[in-house]
């Protein structure tokens, strides 16, 4: 700023001008302070939440996903206004702040901001302004003419949020409009006076506001000025004050929950941190009945939310219709905070939150595929917390008469289905699958590789083909396998994410063992389930590898070659499942595959990679009979056939039983097949003795 | 309000492949599961409820060996208050008749104001509840799925025919028979039946409850069973081997003429 001509020389009021605005300042940041100490109220009654490890890797995602915007360009208009504010932002911090300061002491400089970079910066933030001005008109417009759907609220959820959403950007636009004309003001002032003028960025705002000041007189520019001053001043306060009780609150903790954001993919939070299992058992209550049973994380997670709708937006389960919305989940909790922990009076007590602000079906609604939290741009958690409220349930008792079958079963029987355990290996039987014989893993066996074969795939008629394809595989590349047959047990993946920990740590344990004593080195699976669990919820037990890794590693190797597809007029569409896609990232292998196919048409789909659309969800999710207007798995068959595919390729048991239903659901039976990878490699793989037949054999599908 | 619920522990018939053994004298029970008996575990919940609802206390019995231990516990689990496991080498193999008596020298050596059993045993006759009222001299309703306490006396609504309802009024102390679909019994989970590991579980024989000899064990048994088998597969059902299109046309059409649509 130029000149000895500023706001805080006002002397002609009832107070001088330094003295008032020195006041807005104490209160404004005294009022501020008090907010979001009542703010942080629940967080130190919250659980425990051991999020302080591994500082640089931390530092690192808030450049990437903070400073970074990383998410916002995967919603291409509204991530880049986004990131064009964020970065306005950023910029005009130090503008902001010596335009406050120069109401107390009118020469204040920023220090750093003096001479050519003082200069520079003034012009950068001009433009900064001025963009930031125009985004806010530009959202305003989408909120109020184009009402993209996400932001839509439905009726069960409450009212519409675009009057508040306008009126922040209202507020933010009154911002920039005050801090140009206060600059505009200043700068024709200096005109008039014949004083040295800093330059205004050319067609910026503040330059606009200059050229229509021009011929003003000095008083009307001495008002516009100060006028200006007190607007942007008061505006700036009550946006500060106001944030904290909304969505806007994200511009203060975002860094925060980005830097405690999770960092490992495919894993769940422990009942309690900080309670190993053995102790489990001292534990009062498990899970998340009441608001306090959140971690401090997950509701500076409800704070961090900016309401933008992305998550519910790729939720299939959302998509589906089902009453689940992860959006909501986080809103809900958040307006309960601010009811129950108010900024004026004290916390009243917590109710159950199932049944007050959360319904059953909404929380048993959810797959766990991960969708909400690949897309949020604040990296808020989702399935970490449903988890826990259905741990609450369960421990309550609280659970659909649907899942008790399967859970009892899997107490006794060690499958879902209550099948005899002695029968879990009959799909290897000798004589079931040719030129294959399969071991029993025992000490003596020795097989360097373990085939984990997990219920579906052991029990399921249709899901046997899986576990025989990829047997025939093994042994086609020469490796040496063996199963666990009857002692092995379900892998739990389900029944841990459905919230029986227990359960689950009893499958575990007696898996580990099994695992243990077969004397494997290795451990392979068909099934993506089964492969998060034994990779994230599994200790000391050997690598485990899916079965799509292993085959493109030994595609890669020259170890299997496949018969030419040409000619068989058929489109492949890859589906990723989720727990081989976004929960671990496997992407490639699996699409490698069909690509070493000579002539397969493989085409993508719109969802595809960490974007996959849930097929259903696997596990207890198929026995869970959900209020939904249709089925996921539908929707995602609609998908592969708009994507111009006549073949889906899934490389996992319960894409294939939800794929496989959806696809007579739909009514697409002889339009639509569907095939697991192995089924496919099996099916296609140039046999040592069949060599010379190969011109004769189509790919099957 | 005191409620007693007698229950017993089955072959869990969703989890087994049952099978006769080689003698067809019973069903081959090496690789069994058991489990308790369905409707039973409906009367616990409904107890539970109304416990909640009135207060009081709900006690679960069972007659059987010590293997019958992890059903009560599974109840207790759940969130009965007292289990009792009445066991006695000479109350093996009683008929209906037998069970119902051990059960009311039970009952004799309490004070319950209302008596729950499951409608029937998945191996069982349906018929200990309706016994052990007239032994007891209470009144007796079965197939009940509701129940509305007021002063003294129950509003309980049966199941009949057809799906139809009717609504009794029943004075207490009564004897109920639960039909299953009365409530959603809650989930129990591992972690709650270890919570209750250490609860301790009397025990209590036929001199704890001057159970008179001549009325139990297999001796007393009127009812004897002589035979287990499969029945042949009669010619009722007709099964269809058409597309899936034409069989849904056939079933509408065979619906159609024995008048299952109208």
Redesign the interface.
Known sequence: MVGTYSPSQITDWLIPGRNLFLTIHVLGVACFVYIVTKRLVPLTRAERDLRFDQPLRRLGRVFKFWLGQWKHPRYKLAGTIHILIFAGFILLAARAFSTLIVGVSENFVMPGLSGRFGHIYDVVTDYAATVVFLCMVVAAIRRLVFKPARYAVPARSGKSHTADAVFLLGLIAVLMVADSLFAASNAAHHVQQGEPVETLAFLSMPWMFKVLLARMTLTTLWVANVTAYLVHELTFYFLLCYRPFGIQFHVETSLFSIYFAKLERGTLKPVRWGVSDEH??QVKS?GVKKFEDFTWKHMLDFYSCADCGRCADDCPANAAGRPLSPRFITIKARDYAFRHYPVFGNPDNSKPLIGNIYSEDEIWSCTTCGACEEECPLLVEYVDKIVDLRRGM??????P?S???P???L???GNPY?????KRADWSKPGEIEGCDVKIADAKSGADILFFVDSITSYDDRMQSIARSTARILSHVGLDFAILGAAEKDSGHEVRRFG????FQ?LRDHNTDAINASGARRIVTADPHAYNALKHDYKNIPPVEHISQVIAKEVKAGNIQFKPAQGDAKVYAYHDPCYLGRHNQIYADPRSVLDAVPGLKRVEMKRSRDRSFCCGGGGLMLFYEPKEEQRMGVLRVRMAAEAGANVIVTACPFCMANIEDAIKVAGMEGKMSAIDLTELVDQTLVRKECTEELETVTVGG | MEILVCERRVP?T????IELNAAGNDIERD?L?Y?VNEPDNYAVEEALQIRDRVGGNVTVVTVGGEDDEEILRRELA??ANQAVLISDESFFDSDGRGIATILKDFVRKGHYDLILTGVQADDGAAQVGGMLAAMLDYPFASLVNSIEVEDGKLKVSREIEGGNRELNEIDLPCVLSIQTGIN?????????I??VASVPIPILGASELSTDHVMVGVAAARVKRIDYFIPASGKGAEILHGSREENADKVLELMAAKGGLK
């Open positions: 489990l058992d498990f369960i421990d309550d008792g609280n659970v008469q899942l008790q079958k859970l009892k079963a107490e006794s029987r209550g099948k005899m355990e002695k029986e920990e227990m359960l009893s | 869990d969703s989890e087994n492949e690789e599961v489990s759940m969130g959603e019994p809650r989930y129990v989970g591992m972690r709650g270890r919570q």
